[in-house]
């Protein structure tokens, strides 16, 4: 089970990082890797009555990978955590199977209650650089969670996330594909304000045009354009 458990990982690295040129580049030289395996131990060690043990191995854990993981935390299989280093993943954390995490990633939590209160995160789902996500929420699987966002709600599956409060992000896709940091190409995605914003800059230049063929027609130029003109 434990083979399994290290050849499926180190798969799953291969596949989602260019980088990585072999599996035994991927075992001794990716601390996400070792985060987890070194999880692995830190979580047997809380569920079986240690929980200050398993603290204190998971802090070690913690200074050897520069990622920190309760040992409380659940993580699901084929889990990738890419560069690694600053992800905090909270004691009541739920991430599922085929999750990938980017570097500086928070799953946090918003409560001193005792409790669940942190994310859970659906399987499939991709999360870039620097995203915050706080609270007891639930990001669907499938979900894309693009670089530096904030999450304090849940997130639909399949919904992609940016900004800082995040927003949805449309997405157009022809199939399915790995989004690298968690934030689609350009041609695949059109963001609802930038889309707006061009929406208004398209009525006020045919508006513009309108008001200079009135103008035209008066034997007079608008004022704005006359002003233009002047200038």
């Not at 395996?37 to 191995?57: C, D, E």
Request: proline fraction near 6%; charged fraction near 20%.
């Amino acid at each position: 089970m434990a083979f399994m458990f290290l050849r499926e990982s180190i798969q799953a690295y291969r596949e989602r990082d260019p980088a990585a040129r072999s599996s035994a580049e991927v075992f001794f030289c990716y601390p996400g890797l070792h985060a987890v395996l070194w999880h692995r131990i830190t979580s047997r060690l809380w569920h079986a009555g240690a929980p200050s043990f398993g603290r204190f191995v998971a802090h070690i854990g913690r200074w050897l990978t520069g990622i920190e993981i309760h040992p409380a935390a659940k993580l699901g299989r084929r889990l990738v955590i890419d560069h690694g280093m600053g992800v905090v993943i909270g004691e009541t954390a739920e991430v599922g199977d085929d999750v990938t995490l980017y570097h500086q990633v928070t799953l946090g939590g918003t409560s001193l209650a005792h409790g669940k209160r942190h994310p859970t995160i659906g399987d499939g789902v991709i999360i870039g650089a620097g995203a915050k996500i706080l609270g007891a929420i639930t990001i669907g699987a499938g979900a894309r969670i693009g670089a530096n966002a904030l999450i304090v709600r849940s997130v639909p599956p399949g919904t992609t996330m940016v900004g800082a409060p995040a927003r949805p992000l449309d997405r157009q896709r022809r199939e399915p594909c790995f989004d690298a940091y968690g934030t689609p190409c350009a041609e695949m995605s059109v963001d609802p304000l930038l889309r707006e914003i061009e929406s208004l800059r398209l009525t006020l230049a045919q508006l513009e045009a309108r008001v200079a063929l009135l103008g035209e027609a008066q034997g007079t130029e608008a004022p704005h354009l006359r002003r233009a003109a002047a200038e």
